[in-house]
């Protein structure tokens, strides 16, 4: 009999992490594991002391979450095989009637601190802020007394028995947290029509480098919908390209690229190909392009690839 | 009679920022302002109680610094006038004569918790992390009692009268931070030859943009020397690129490269031309480049410009 | 009392040329000098002993006329001030009567000859052809016995009391030949927003220098309509590139370009600005653009140009 | 017994076509048939009346040979097999003693003309120019007394009894000319390291397909040696572009561009990878690049393949 999934979230429970990867189809039946922080979910996945790791990745307000860009090009290899997003939403949570002015000391995890800075600064400015390895924790952290309040997701104030002191309370209300589901590396599931590929590649420092990477994905079609970059660590002025884009590793025009690039740069990771959910977006017109595109179809694949075979044995073209 | 420049910088005394700004020609005579966070000293700058403010960009570890490149395309607009770099070192440091068991609560700023990230964790398992605005207001903490160590530069250790009770505790040693020295906009100081211009842009959200812009850099010779993207806020899925350059806004290329990306983007923001702070390294030759460089000098520039000026009134070449 | 404009054309009268010359609004008034080819026609603008000349540049069923670009790129320098396009149709004329098998020699110039060398090779396969300096000479030699037939135009048949012993004989029906009217360099004719710039370039020959002359115009948003190569005099493996591009050299999209151009090749040769004789075609649209383009208006290039001057004086952005 | 392989050329015997063809190691023991023009030799290989066929294509000072290229490009389809370069020398032969003010007419080919236009217009003002077929036809007319004077090879003195009258008049001393030898489609020769491939392609006549070519054979680090354009008959504003590259159609980088150009360009015609006849240049250093080449070995082609099969299998990297 196959044992449960086992499914490694950045804990404890009631995180937007956890939230997240209830919402992919690999969480049913499977076990979930709260872990402490991001670094343990990626070392955990590592070891093989879970299956596969959820983590968040980049959010629309924050930007990306640079340990876990920095932890996925570590060894050994990890790719991503399935992302989600969850609309993000913080309260203030603590005992029930508390004023803000008994409020001394407030805790959450990095990102809630810097998603709520605006409010805690009009609202709580004498409050000594805390930073917790999690938003569920910080709540945790309240529940027991160590902290006045937490920022932290309604899940939370309602599983450890706080009170909503304050609603929606980030500066920038509407953001998104995008989150992977991280696996040792594996087949990827098959293409679907609207997929993304993430890569993680390190040049020469040399001028143009990165104009060349970019020019090897549009020259074959490839869009290109995020780019970050993060300094090599020991190697000062030398930085790891973070880049997603759309299409799957079993297409040709990826796989073409995805060589390409193997042979120009002096580091690639590649961390996986997997369904986006995102919504496709209708690509504006552009009135007169400069490089036109090659928006080849898998039809116009495999008809040039036939008659570059039929050439190669000296067909006639 | 003239009163003495205000200079802002991330404090309290004793921050890396500090450091940082005494070693620019501006602080000489100067009267130093410790305000708290980089928000606080950029808002300083903008609203005039200081004539320029000192915040750290970028470190060779942890990347770049968010509020920063966020705060910098916020309004009024701001430019760099000046950059420096300071090689970073981390001590933990305490009351003299604790022990690692005894040391419960450790503070830091965030900077200073990540890059000792591995440290803590390794020799202080089980100390609660704080948050702090800065590193020397973590050594304050120590000092007061409030934590029982901090994680800060040598200097806040004597100027707080705390024991260092573990030297060199950074991850990874040699990080390198740069400072940046942000005033209103003015004049630029003139091209010396080495200089670095920092931009940050905003494009439609379609296939090829960024390619675009580096396109447009790239023929007239300019290197990019660091990208970033942090989100727009409110707006999914667009980003604000930051880029560094090589050049001066006073030289015709990037006169030129300026005036193209005003016209390609939906919004520019010019952050300064000053000059840099690293020393220039040798370009390795490159084999057989694809788009040769225009590698031109202000000389053939100047040449073009009276050929083009010729030509455009009837003379013959 | 100013003198009559003087315009020469490869003559002599009833040429394709003459008949593309008088629809040039120059020749209304002017004394049209007919002249033995068009190395002829390029000397005597040179030497001043006409004001301007006529000759063909190119065919669409012959390409274009070696001899007027090889021409175009001596010393000193000639312009192009306008362009007319002519629809060619060619007849074979002799006396009246004569029969296909009395005809043993046929003239006419290089172009009427390969135009309708498949018509020649059918109708007239025993006949030996000889070349002409014109087709309005050909018809002359016909009527003075030289030739028993000429390929010319119908106006020469009209002009030389010729028979017309076989009408539209082109292989290719539907030929169009563009004439060009070149001056000594002065001013040019002002925008009309449809214009022509033509040049001539030559490189190193180094891999990718002619990719990177197309790219220092297409980010400019400038269109290139014809290139062709011509081997550099002595100078084997090298070429001299003729390019035609949309625009105007006094708008400043072309006048940045030219500028680029001119730092980046050995030689640049500047060959005129002016009006298009072609219908402007509609742009088809171009899905997923790779690099989007510069289609900036000169309102654009305003703005950029205003706003670049500020940030230079030290203006906020 | 096998046959003697049938080699046709542009005849008749003693031109330089037939001295080209005479190089190649195919002509040993081949039967060599002279037939009239390069249509001629085309349509014989198309026919199978020879197995291949010797026409001029370029020349250092007249450029491309117009009715090869538009040749190569009809139907059914030619490849390339070989090319050969030959010094070309012309000298003005007819029969001894006669003296320049004797010679009312001269004959040559086309090119012969073209090359000694300006020796024949300063030394035979007066004399009319007839075009052959061949420069070794010409000089079959002088023998025969239709004309007083040929322009030819020195070969074609000696063969038809005429003396050399001036030696050596090209206006271009150390004009080569290109020939290459057609065959019908089959297998192309094995790779040397120093191969050429020519190809001839036309696209949609829309802003940049042309920089979007280059740029697909840039990036895979192929470099295009001539570029011509010629009209499509009976589309106006269409062109073919003939493409010289360097590489073979066995090797990875030239397969994949060549597909890649399949699928942008509206017809693509593959005419033949075979060793190039002139000398490996050393390509000078291009200092700062802008786009990095992708100057990939042969074993960097593998080893990407190999690496691409293996994370699309599951592997990691």
């Known amino acids: 009999m196959p044992s449960r999934l086992r499914l490694g979230f950045l804990g404890p429970h009631a995180t937007f992490t956890e939230q997240a990867l209830r919402t992919m189809p690999e969480s049913h039946d499977a076990e979930l594991v709260p872990l402490p922080g991001a670094p343990a979910v990626l070392a955990a996945v590592r070891d093989g002391s879970v299956d596969a790791g959820c983590v968040p990745i980049e959010n629309t307000v924050e930007g990306a979450v640079p340990p876990v860009l920095d932890g996925l090009v570590e060894d050994p290899p990890?790719?991503?095989?399935?992302?989600?997003?969850?609309?993000?939403?913080?309260?203030?949570?603590?005992?029930?009637?508390?004023?803000?002015?008994?409020?001394?000391?407030?805790?959450?995890?990095?990102?809630?601190?810097?998603?709520?800075?605006?409010?805690?600064?009009?609202?709580?400015?004498?409050?000594?802020?805390?930073?917790?390895?999690?938003?569920?924790?910080?709540?945790?952290?309240?529940?027991?007394?160590?902290?006045?309040?937490?920022?932290?997701?309604?899940?939370?104030?309602?599983?450890h028995g706080l009170a909503v002191l304050a609603d929606d309370i980030a500066d920038n209300p509407g953001a998104v947290t995008r989150f992977v589901l991280l696996t040792r590396p594996g087949p990827p599931t098959a293409p679907t029509g609207w997929d993304r590929t993430t890569l993680a590649a390190t040049t020469t420092n040399r001028p143009g480098t990165l104009l060349g990477l970019l020019t090897e994905l549009s020259v074959r079609g490839i869009d290109l919908t995020r780019i970050e970059s993060r300094p090599v660590k020991d190697r000062h002025?030398?930085?790891?390209?973070?880049?997603?884009?759309?299409?799957?590793?079993?297409?040709?025009?990826?796989?073409?690229?995805?060589?390409?690039?193997?042979?120009?740069?002096?580091?690639?990771?590649?961390?996986?190909?997997?369904?986006r959910s995102d919504e496709p977006a209708p690509v504006a017109g552009s009135g007169s392009p400069v490089v036109p595109p090659a928006a080849a179809t898998l039809d116009d694949y495999a008809a040039s690839e036939r008659w570059l075979a039929a050439i190669r044995e000296g067909a006639g073209t």
Request: hydrophobic share 45%; glycine share 10%; charged share 20%.
């Open 78 to 159: 990890l790719v991503i095989g399935r992302e989600a997003r969850i609309a993000v939403r913080f309260c203030l949570m603590g005992a029930a009637g508390t004023g803000f002015r008994e409020i001394r000391t407030v805790a959450s995890h990095g990102h809630g601190i810097a998603q709520t800075r605006g409010w805690l600064a009009a609202h709580l400015p004498g409050a000594e802020v805390r930073v917790s390895s999690s938003t569920a924790e910080a709540a945790a952290q309240a529940a027991r007394g160590e902290v006045d309040a937490a920022v932290a997701a309604p899940l939370a104030a309602t599983q």
């Open 237 to 275: 002025a030398e930085y790891w390209f973070h880049l997603d884009c759309s299409g799957h590793v079993a297409e040709p025009a990826m796989g073409e690229a995805l060589a390409a690039l193997h042979r120009r740069c002096d580091q690639l990771r590649y961390l996986g190909s997997f369904p």
